[in-house]
């Protein structure tokens, strides 16, 4: 499949974007820091909400407890982030199944069902922004990834997490 398309982009150029719900060092790591997804339209660490999202100074993703962009460096994450998209073909690490791709990494910090809808919130405020905005502030985050969860839970004991996910 590589030979045909590392992926990344929309037939119209826009970038391909996959929320990973959790914290990752898509920062500092060789292999995910050219594909680490950030709210080019947002100034960093100015206090203002740039963009208009209703999120302030989110440029490098979101931290649902915090409300900032502090996304962290998760063991767990990362190598998450590895998986969906670490840089190919470039002598280092792993390749990712989308060379290409766009991270956004969405700091739950807790588990708790507030803070999971506050996550998947940011994710879909983003998606929202760039349906309306035909690509030019948000994100075209295309799908999420969550790997993690709660050992033997039955989603009935999350009804709002759950409906909100769905949705």
């Not at 063991?75 to 991270?103: E, F, P, Q, R, Y």
Request: charged residues 15%.
């Amino acid at each position: 499949a590589w030979d045909i398309t590392t992926g990344g982009k929309t037939t119209n150029g826009h970038d391909i974007v996959v929320a990973l719900m959790e914290s990752a060092d898509v920062i500092n790591h060789n292999d995910l820091k050219d594909n680490r997804w950030i709210n080019t339209a947002e100034i960093p660490g100015n206090g203002i909400d740039d963009d208009g999202n209703g999120f302030v100074d989110d440029y490098n993703g979101w931290n649902s407890s915090s409300n900032n962009d502090n996304i962290g460096t998760g063991s767990h994450g990362t190598s998450c982030a590895g998986m969906i998209g670490a840089k190919g073909n470039n002598s280092l690490g792993v390749a990712g199944i989308n060379w290409d791709v766009k991270i956004m990494v969405i700091n739950l910090s807790s588990g708790t069902e507030a803070g999971v809808i506050a996550g998947y919130n940011y994710a879909l405020q983003q998606r929202l922004l760039w349906n309306q905005t035909n690509g030019a502030s948000g994100a075209f985050v295309v799908a999420s990834s969550a790997s993690w969860g709660y050992d033997g839970a039955n989603p009935n004991d999350y009804p709002i997490w759950c409906g909100f996910y769905d949705d």
